[in-house]
């Protein structure tokens, strides 16, 4: 009996391996790996005689091992979804209406880009001309000169218009009476965490560890002046080993400024990769109408915004290679909660065959008011904008993609929004109920802080803080515990008005709150 | 007019003797608010005023001989009367000089030199500066060192970028000497010039110059006390930085004043092209590191306090005055911060919703500290606030603290060395 447990696991174990090994094939940095140990083995640390112990060693004494090792981290963070699903909560609920809404939406923006094309009459997309080529080449690093008329554009949408989307979601299975405003999410079953389980994953918040965030200036346990030195010390000490796994876990109490960029990178595993430069060239080859949405948002939004302003240029460039990077297409489109839709486009003037053909936008991602936030806080971390692009991208492909889309799932922005309810309706029922007097839903008063992750809202620095939490649980629920908890704090204000003018009015400058006690605070208590 | 100064008058001097009066020439909300919110009553300058919030010229008047005025020890005025020592563009460089001839002769090892004539090793913090006419024949030898670099003239007595030019060569200048109504004669010339080595390898920011506006306040300058206002900006250029001698005549390249760059094309109003030095810090750190980041917020600290000890010895020590003054600082490329100028009346305009907050609070801060904690101005009070009436501002140092810490270090009662410099 016991024979055979062990040869089933045997069995299961050569499976996973025979598996891993392909997958790690099709891998952005498989190529270089490969070429690195061929050269090990080629060297004179690895002998004929005795090869596997000698390769062994000489892959753990030259960093090797420690990247394959990444490499796997990087592998099942990106197999598995975040948090993975907790098997309770695929059970027999029937959840395929969030994927219809998914699908509608995805028809709506499609439907709302070609009518926006046709009443400008300009082309999906088209080779740019050679003029517009040589301006765009020549200002790529000055891109807010180059100049070119966007009055007529409007963003898609925004987050207001999505929010409308979430509302009108109906579940089939569930009796409304029918003059019952649509006022909540309570009806959409997925599964989402309580406090008490939120106590649980964000462990070192809720026992009171000495977090950067709170001040890092209080006195350390060790040898050290302040936490900060002592952070600082042990950061370093993370860097040299390279291992991202560890460095995930220290994220979990905060980052020290000078080594937060190194850290995010190595845990994303976003450094080293080279076409970044392709993708320029993409954007000089063609002109798709995303092009002028993107500077228009970035207009609206850096080109105004005190914290980001000074980035303006380098957030162009970045969000016309995001657009272009086909590689963002089919982490964002196969994920089972989005909709799947991909749009094709005939290059103006060319026949529709398939080599005039592309994927509409390359990286499947239709801009909306305020995308460009996703990427602005990363101006802060990294000089490099080649740096700066990786991280932002896999931040999005681990994380924001799905603020923006329906699904089901237990990080999308349908269970965000639930959590932030059910939190609110159990831990401050006395502003729930003051919300349903004035008829104001609760989401709506923070739909805006959940869809943009907090960026714009929060001070760069706190905003830091919060995302080195993202990164470190590996989660966003971090996001609706804080706006229920910004709610919480700011209860006796709220308490006093009663229009939604006015709630706003309370709740718009964010510019004085320390995230992380705050977070504390609502963890700790019970 | 009068009559509502005389409902004021009747007030102030009426049943409440302990009133504060306030008195201003400076038309501006964030003052007049700051003034109302503590309860304190508008007089005119007639009056009896307690506090009196005045441009240079009105304090100036109340000093000179002539006008024979009085203080008495229930007022205050924001500006001591010869200010001008630190603010105005030759004199501080005349000081500054002085000041570093002094503690050399001295021996003092801060004034040790650095590489090359006329190097300090810690005391150069302002770029090589020449009063012109004055110092003409020191100018062209120094220019002629190095004929490649690039120089800023600026007149005197001027100020949000009026009158400022570069030159990058020698023609340039006495062309513009030709042109100028008055030859290089000094008894004929009214208006003088600095001109200085202009900072052409600026730290950059998304490919921008910006310099760091500082608010500083001196409540006494023999002893030194000061305090630097937490809450700095940068102020962002809205054109992109190039050196190209096409571009040497474009100011909206070159000058960070927000009067010049308002003018811009680009100029944006929902910012004013203003970043918080605490974002800087944050970029920096994030960016450069710690350790160069610290150095050079340690290093801006060293040049105002230098500034401040280089006209110490000349300022007229008034009890009745304190005064806030706007540090412009150029940090270049290798992070050297590099002291431009001093302003004795920096701009209370708000050009954003941000400036007002700020500005209302600096405005706040800065009555917190000159009024002692009973609320009533007094100059016999020891100037020294309460640390929760600091606000947002850091005490940079107090001469008197430290030298009342050394007296009890060295007779032994007082162990720890923490010192009163930040």
């Not at chain 1, 923006?109 to 050679?130: F, G, Y």
């Not at chain 1, 990164?471 to 939604?500: C, H, W």
Request: proline share 5%; with cysteine; glycine share 4%.
């Amino acid at each position: 009996m016991a024979e055979n447990i062990e040869e089933s696991r045997k069995i299961s174990l050569q499976k996973s391996a025979e598996r891993l090994t392909e997958e790690i094939q099709s891998m952005a940095n498989y190529k270089n790996l490969y070429t690195e140990i061929q050269k090990l083995v080629a060297s004179t640390a690895v002998k004929r005689e005795d090869f596997k112990n000698t390769l062994l060693e000489a892959l753990k004494s030259n960093g090797l091992e420690t990247e394959i090792r990444n490499t796997v981290f990087h592998w099942v963070r990106s197999q598995g979804s975040l948090s993975a699903v907790s098997e309770a909560s695929t059970e027999e609920v029937d959840l395929t209406y969030l994927k219809k809404a998914q699908i509608q939406w995805e028809r709506r923006i499609q439907k709302s880009l070609n009518s926006t094309c046709n009443e400008l009459n300009v082309p999906l997309a088209r080779i740019r001309p050679n003029a517009d080529r040589e301006e765009l080449a020549e200002k790529w690093n000055e891109l807010s000169t180059y100049d070119i008329d966007l009055s007529q554009y409007r963003p898609l949408y925004a987050p207001k218009d999505f929010l409308d989307v979430l509302f009108s979601i109906r579940n089939p299975s569930f009796k409304k009476q029918p003059n019952e405003l649509n006022w909540e999410f309570g009806h959409i079953q997925i599964h989402v965490k309580t406090l008490t389980q939120l106590r649980h994953l964000y462990v070192d918040l809720t026992k009171g560890m000495s977090l950067l965030g709170v001040n890092p200036d209080m006195p350390s346990s060790e040898n050290f002046t302040n936490l900060e030195e002592e952070r600082i010390y042990i950061s370093e000490k993370v860097l040299k080993s390279n291992h991202a796994p560890i460095a995930q876990e220290f994220l979990k109490r905060g980052a020290p400024r000078a080594l937060r960029g190194r850290l995010w990178s190595l845990v994303l595993g976003s450094t080293d990769l080279e076409y970044y430069e392709e993708l320029k060239n993409m954007v000089l080859q063609y002109d798709i109408v995303i092009d002028k949405l993107i500077i228009k948002d970035v207009q609206l939004t850096a080109r105004n915004d005190d914290q980001y302003f000074v980035f303006e240029d380098v957030l162009y460039k970045t969000m016309l290679c995001f657009s272009r990077d086909s590689e963002v297409l089919a982490p964002v489109t196969t994920d089972r909660s989005a909709g799947g839709q991909v749009i094709h486009a005939v290059l103006q003037g060319k026949p529709a065959t398939l080599e005039n053909t592309l994927v509409f936008p390359p990286s499947g991602v239709i801009p909306f008011h305020g995308f460009t936030m996703y990427a602005t806080p990363f101006c802060y971390l990294y000089d490099d904008p080649c740096a700066m692009y990786y991280t932002f991208r896999a931040f999005y492909l681990r994380y924001w993609f799905r603020l923006h889309t329906v699904s089901s799932h237990e990080q999308g922005i349908v269970a965000l929004c639930l959590l932030f309810e059910r939190l609110l309706q159990c831990h401050e029922p006395l502003l729930w109920i003051h919300c349903r007097n004035i008829h104001i839903q609760p989401v709506k008063i923070v739909f805006k802080w959940i869809m943009r992750g907090f960026s714009g809202h929060l001070p760069p620095e706190q905003l830091l803080y919060l995302w080195d939490l993202i990164l470190g649980y590996d989660s966003l629920e971090i996001i609706p515990l804080l706006a229920v908890t910004i709610l919480s704090f700011r209860k006796e204000n709220l308490m006093q008005v009663n229009n939604q003018q006015s709630v706003e009015a309370v709740l718009a400058d964010l510019s004085s709150l320390k995230v992380v006690p705050l977070l504390q605070l609502a963890l700790l208590r019970e | 007019m009068s009559k509502v100064l005389n409902i004021y008058r009747v007030s102030a001097s009426g049943t409440d003797k302990t009133k504060v009066t306030f008195c201003t020439d400076v038309d501006k909300s964030v003052i007049v608010h700051n003034f109302e919110k503590r309860g304190w009553v508008q007089v005119g300058p007639e009056d009896d005023w307690n506090f009196y919030w005045a441009v240079t010229q009105s304090c100036r008047n109340i000093f000179s001989v002539e006008t024979g005025y009085r203080m008495d020890d229930k007022q205050l005025i924001n500006h001591f009367p010869n200010h001008y020592e630190l603010t105005r563009k030759d004199l501080l460089v005349k000081n500054i000089k002085r000041y570093r001839k002094e503690l050399e002769r001295e021996g003092n090892p801060l004034a040790e030199r650095g590489d090359g004539p006329g190097k300090y090793l810690y005391l150069d913090f302002i770029p090589v500066t020449f009063v012109l006419p004055a110092d003409y024949n020191m100018f062209v030898e120094e220019y002629r060192k190095s004929p490649q670099s690039t120089w800023i003239m600026k007149p005197c007595g001027k100020s949000q970028g009026a009158g400022i030019f570069l030159i990058n060569k020698l023609s340039k200048l006495k062309k513009w000497s030709r042109e100028a109504k008055n030859p290089f004669n000094p008894n004929l010339t009214k208006e003088s010039y600095v001109i200085s080595r202009y900072i052409d390898n600026p730290l950059l920011i998304g490919g921008k110059k910006f310099d760091l506006r500082l608010y500083v306040l001196i409540t006494s300058f023999r002893p030194l006390k000061a305090y630097l206002f937490k809450l700095g900006f940068c102020r962002f250029c809205t054109v992109k930085y190039d050196t190209s001698i096409q571009e040497l005549d474009n100011m909206y390249v070159h000058l960070t004043n927000v009067s010049v760059q308002k003018h811009g094309e680009e100029y944006n109003s929902k910012h004013g092209g203003k970043l918080s030095v605490h974002n800087l810090r944050l970029y920096l750190e994030s960016t450069r590191g710690k350790a160069v980041t610290e150095k050079l917020f340690a290093n801006i600290t060293w040049c105002i306090i230098h500034s401040l000890k280089a006209v110490a010895p000349v300022m007229a020590n008034d009890r009745h005055c304190f005064e806030c003054y706007g540090y412009d600082i150029i940090i270049d490329n290798d992070l050297k911060p590099w002291l431009i100028e001093v302003n004795a009346s920096p701009s209370l305009t708000s050009t954003t919703v941000n400036d007002r907050i700020l500005k209302y609070k600096l405005i706040d801060n800065i009555i917190s500290i000159v009024v002692p904690p009973d609320g009533i101005p007094d100059v016999k009070w020891n100037k020294c606030p309460p640390p929760e009436a600091l606000g947002n501002f850091e005490l940079l140092l107090d001469e008197e603290l430290v030298a009342q810490e050394e007296k009890e270090y060295s007779s032994g009662k007082y162990r720890s060395s923490s010192s009163k410099w930040k």
